[in-house]
């Protein structure tokens, strides 16, 4: 079944680390992947996607994500966190097939602490 | 500004009563989207529409129904029938359903809670 797994349900860095997100995907074709961010009880906010165009994505807030397709991978970094990041992500595909379904990983809740 | 709103905030359901929460959006989009979201599990799709008199089924539609007589708006009823109800609900829509490379855009969802 196609799908998209993020590693750690939960992340926490110091003020001013490095953040790594990690998403795969499971799919025989490139998809169409996104992340989203979410503060408490919000909708979630689209942070940046990856259409194909290029394999380093840059988005809102500082952050990027690179796109490896040998590793069916979309990590989501940011060099430096800040505590306004403290929220939830989420990654999320259009995976081919079907009625291009848009599959979400189960998220990872970031802490950033002082 | 154009967006998605859904109402109520909050929401609270007694035992074998159905509620309806409202989504409607001035995006001009043609595909609507209802997802429940519980703790750990990420999003899951109730039901979308494609287009006006047009809806289908997600992966968990038993128990919520809805409508789609406007192109703005996508009421999701939660009935009776659904018994564990308690969770986030997020609507969502998009330019049109077969623009794979586009984002969905979200409201900032209904929090429904029981009694």
């Known amino acids: 079944a196609q799908s998209v797994t993020q590693l750690g349900s939960h992340v926490s860095v110091s003020e001013g680390a490095l953040v790594l997100l990690r998403c795969n995907y499971s799919?025989?074709?490139?998809?169409?992947l996104f992340w989203y961010v979410q503060y408490p009880n919000q909708g979630l906010q689209l942070l940046l996607k990856?259409?194909?165009?290029?394999?380093l994505v840059k988005g809102i807030n500082g952050f990027e994500a690179e796109f490896k397709k040998s590793e069916t991978s979309f990590h989501l970094t940011k060099p430096s966190a800040h505590m306004s990041d403290a929220a939830e992500y989420f990654c999320?595909?259009?995976?081919?097939?079907?009625?291009?379904?848009?599959?979400f990983g189960a998220g990872t809740r970031l802490a950033v602490h002082p | 500004d154009g967006g998605i709103t859904q109402s109520p905030k909050y929401l609270f359901r007694k035992e074998g009563q159905n509620v309806t929460l409202s989504c409607e959006q001035n995006?001009?989009?043609?595909?609507m989207y209802w997802y429940r979201q519980d703790p750990g599990q990420g999003l899951r799709l109730i039901y979308y529409?494609?287009?006006?008199?047009?809806?289908q089924k997600g992966d968990i539609a038993e128990g919520y129904s809805v409508s789609r007589e406007k192109k703005e708006s996508f009421p999701l009823t939660v009935t009776s029938a659904q018994k564990n109800p308690t969770a986030f609900y997020l609507c969502?829509?998009?330019?049109?359903?077969?623009?794979?490379?586009?984002?969905?855009?979200f409201g900032d969802g209904t929090r429904l809670s029981i009694l």
């Open positions: 529409s494609q287009i006006v008199n047009d809806f």
């Open positions: 799919s025989s074709v490139p998809p169409y």
């Open positions: 995006l001009n989009h043609d595909a």
């Open positions: 999320a595909g259009t995976l081919m097939g079907g009625y291009n379904k848009l599959i």
């Open positions: 969502a829509s998009k330019r049109k359903r077969t623009d794979s490379n586009q984002p969905q855009h």
């Open positions: 990856y259409t194909s165009a290029a394999t």
